[in-house]
């Protein structure tokens, strides 16, 4: 047995109790069936590497070109790519729980990573949903469910169109509905999106979700935030600037720029009781 193995060791402790002096204890993974309590222990770099060997041999079935894999326990990016489809040349930096997915999730991924699908990310987005709660909770980290699919609105889908239409699906960065916020206190400001450099995250007001708000003007919000992921914050004269000319300039490349400002005008009251 390799000790700084946790699998290895977690399956060891499966075997009657032998106490090791120095040996980390471990959670007998008996006790729980569906196998969460082995998905909270910390990976070691050996297991990490085998993972990423395995993913990368259950992809290359499904993917004409070249895969390179890399297995991370970073649950704010739980997948990013990097794409050269010219040369079918991918990249892939996959959480974990994608190692042990099941057939149809693996398939999803092949078509993610070669054409950024669409419906795969949706599938995907799925999967990562149903096993969010096996995710390792940091020390003072709040629970904080990344969730991407709304009621109405599908912010996985709408931030890879707008990755593909306007950032060579280059942009890599993870979205999620905020957590659901009291509702129509009385406001001087109403904050529809925010992004996190800490946590490479953005997230958008969950009261957004809902069948009268368009979907352009969703895009826009979203489309607002991604632009923060590449225009790093100034400061001019001690002050901080977050919308500086340069951002400004980018946020005309928007399509319907216009159309989402008309919109947010006549709607500006609404918006406030979200
Ligand atoms: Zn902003």
């Known amino acids: ?15 009657p109790a032998r106490p090791y002096a ?6 007998d993974p008996r006790a729980d069936p569906n196998g969460a309590q082995l998905a909270r222990l910390p990976l070691s770099p050996a297991l990490r590497a085998q993972q990423a060997l395995e993913l990368r041999r259950r992809l290359a079935a499904h993917v004409a070109g070249q895969v390179e894999v890399r297995v991370t326990d970073n649950r704010h990016v739980m997948l990013s790519v ?5 040369h079918r040349r991918y990249s892939l930096r996959a959480h974990h729980i994608f190692a042990e997915a099941p057939a149809p999730t693996i398939h999803a991924l092949a078509a993610y990573v070669t054409d950024n699908d669409r419906g795969a990310s949706r599938e995907l987005s799925r999967f990562i949903d149903a096993n969010e709660h096996r995710l390792p909770r940091r020390r003072g980290e709040r629970r904080s469910a990344l969730r991407t699919s709304g009621a109405v609105h599908d912010l996985a889908a709408v931030f890879n169109d707008l990755n593909r239409d306007y950032f060579d699906a280059a942009l890599d960065c993870t979205i999620s509905w905020g957590r659901d916020a009291a ?5 001087r400001s109403i904050r529809l999106g925010s ?5 490479n995250l953005i997230r958008i007001h969950p009261g957004l979700d809902q069948a ?17 992921t590449q225009h790093p914050v100034t400061t001019t004269n001690g002050r901080r600037c ?3 000319p340069a951002f400004a300039a980018d946020e005309r490349r928007f399509a319907d ?15 406030f009781c979200i």
């Open 22 to 27: 120095g040996v980390v204890t471990l959670p």
């Open 195 to 199: 992004f996190t450099h800490e946590e």
């Open 1 to 15: 047995m390799d000790p700084s193995n946790p699998l290895s060791a977690a399956l060891a402790s499966a075997r």
């Open 183 to 187: 509702r129509a206190r009385a406001r």
């Open 212 to 228: 009268w708000v368009p979907d352009f003007y969703l895009r826009w919000v979203v489309f607002h935030e991604m632009l923060h």
């Open 82 to 86: 990097k794409r050269d489809p010219r």
């Open 257 to 271: 720029y216009e159309r989402a400002h008309a919109w947010e005008r006549r709607n500006l009251p609404a918006l």
């Open 242 to 244: 977050f919308h500086g």
